[in-house]
């Protein structure tokens, strides 16, 4: 499904100034299955809606946190133009001395990427609903553990569809490429890299086997550098806990490299570090059709033969419609390191971006992303209202 932002705007018109339009009456939404559903970060405080398509290019919205309640009109545009405020906004990036960055781009350059192939099958069925791991601090990761076997990064042959049409994100302060972060850890002695994106003042997503592997256990030393260019860093957040869901855990401890139906995980770091900022990146539960055009941006190791750790995006089209499938199949160019990239649907005329799914892992004909769904939709929200996670 397309995202109808500007039609949703100029249709709100059409319902009555006092109280809501008939068609948007609670008895009757209660019928119907939300068209989308969205997860988002605003004022500090996380809002999920429903909205209805009801034919027309006219839209419903149905607010069910903070509050529950069917928005009229005006309740309405005041909600979509704080969920777009980030357009509006910059992010407060501390400064990094010329030391330190010089001794961070050298780290990175020999970070090794993780993003594994899929052999296209999951050796342990489980069930479609998540709960968490147990949090896990820095200071609680076991280390000394061999490192990740066959999962790590898969050839750029089976991720790149020529002609390989990624370009480097020139200015990443603006939105939504100043959330789209760098990521380190290590796993025994090892570095590895991927890319997380930032949800909350106090929390980045990214995919669950950046967080965690069955041979090592969770990841340790996780680090997060939003907006990082390939010369500069403005911002280094250490993370104070990492977090996956059980099913995740349980699959990759069963001898699998990648769960891409279970496959995404969350960094966690004190707000008072964070960028400032009131808006972040909406998550949305769709349902996109084969051929509908998704977007990615994040930080590939490998573009065009060298070693690269600046940021890069990319489009591409969904290959496959996913139904009721917790897994997105899509021809958006990526390569080792872009595990735990955001995969987004994005309205040019309306500048607006939400994101879908997770990028996971590759095969040879296609890419792999977990996707926002309804069976992760009670962890993540679990995750989003943890506002300290540090204590």
């Given at each position: 499904m397309q995202f109808l932002l500007i039609l949703t705007i100029l249709h709100l018109c059409s319902w009555a100034q006092a109280g809501v339009f008939p068609s948007c009456q609670e008895s009757r939404l209660r019928l119907m299955t939300p068209s989308y559903e969205v997860?988002?970060?605003?004022?500090?405080?996380?809002?999920?809606?429903?909205?209805?398509e009801m034919g027309n290019n006219s839209v419903c919205i149905r607010l069910e946190r903070p509050y529950q309640k069917v928005l009229d009109k005006e309740e309405a545009e005041n909600l979509l133009a704080r969920s777009a405020r980030w357009e509006e906004?910059?992010?407060?990036?501390?400064?990094?001395?010329?030391?330190?960055?010089?001794?961070?781009?050298?780290?990175?350059?020999?970070?090794?990427?993780?993003?594994?192939?899929?052999?296209?099958?999951?050796?342990?069925?489980?069930?479609?609903?998540?709960?968490?791991?147990?949090?896990?601090s820095e200071s609680d990761i076991v280390p000394n553990v061999t490192m990740f076997g066959n999962s790590t990064g898969s050839g750029s042959s089976r991720t790149v569809f020529p002609p390989d049409?990624?370009?480097?994100?020139?200015?990443?302060?603006?939105?939504?490429?100043?959330?789209?972060?760098?990521?380190?850890?290590?796993?025994?002695?090892?570095?590895?890299?991927?890319?997380?994106?930032?949800?909350?003042?106090?929390?980045?997503?990214?995919?669950?086997?950046?967080?965690?592997?069955?041979?090592?256990?969770?990841?340790?030393?996780?680090?997060?550098?939003p907006g990082q260019t390939e010369n500069k860093i403005f911002q280094q957040l250490s993370s104070c806990r990492i977090s996956t869901n059980t099913k995740n855990t349980e699959c990759m401890e069963a001898g699998n490299s990648v769960c891409p139906e279970y496959d995404y995980g969350a960094l966690f770091f004190s707000p008072q570090m964070a960028p400032s900022a009131k808006t972040y990146m909406p998550l949305v539960i769709d349902n996109p059709a084969a051929g509908t055009t998704v977007n990615t941006a994040g930080y590939p190791a490998d573009v065009g033969g060298k070693i690269r750790r600046g940021q890069w995006r990319a489009s591409g089209e969904v290959s496959i419609t996913p139904d009721d499938s917790r897994v997105l199949y899509h021809r958006v160019d990526t390569t080792g390191g872009q595990s735990g990239s955001p995969i987004y649907l994005y309205t040019s005329s309306s500048n607006y971006r939400r994101v879908i799914a997770i990028q996971s892992a590759s095969s040879t004909q296609y890419n792999i992303?977990?996707?926002?769904?309804?069976?992760?939709?009670?962890?993540?929200?679990?995750?989003?209202?943890?506002?300290?996670?540090?204590?």
């Open positions: 997860l988002q970060v605003i004022d500090d405080s996380l809002h999920l809606w429903e909205e209805y906004e910059e992010y407060d990036f501390p400064s990094v001395s010329p030391e330190e960055q010089e001794q961070l781009m050298a780290k990175m350059a020999q970070d090794v990427p993780l993003d594994p192939v899929w052999d296209g099958g999951i050796a342990v069925l489980l069930e479609n609903d998540d709960s968490p791991d147990q949090g896990i049409d990624r370009v480097e994100v020139s200015n990443t302060q603006n939105f939504p490429f100043n959330v789209v972060s760098f990521m380190s850890f290590k796993s025994g002695t090892d570095d590895y890299r991927c890319t997380a994106f930032i949800v909350a003042p106090h929390m980045a997503l990214t995919s669950g086997h950046c967080v965690f592997n069955g041979e090592t256990g969770f990841s340790k030393d996780a680090k997060i550098f992303a977990t996707r926002i769904s309804d069976a992760n939709k009670s962890l993540l929200i679990e995750w989003l209202e943890d506002t300290d996670p540090c204590n």
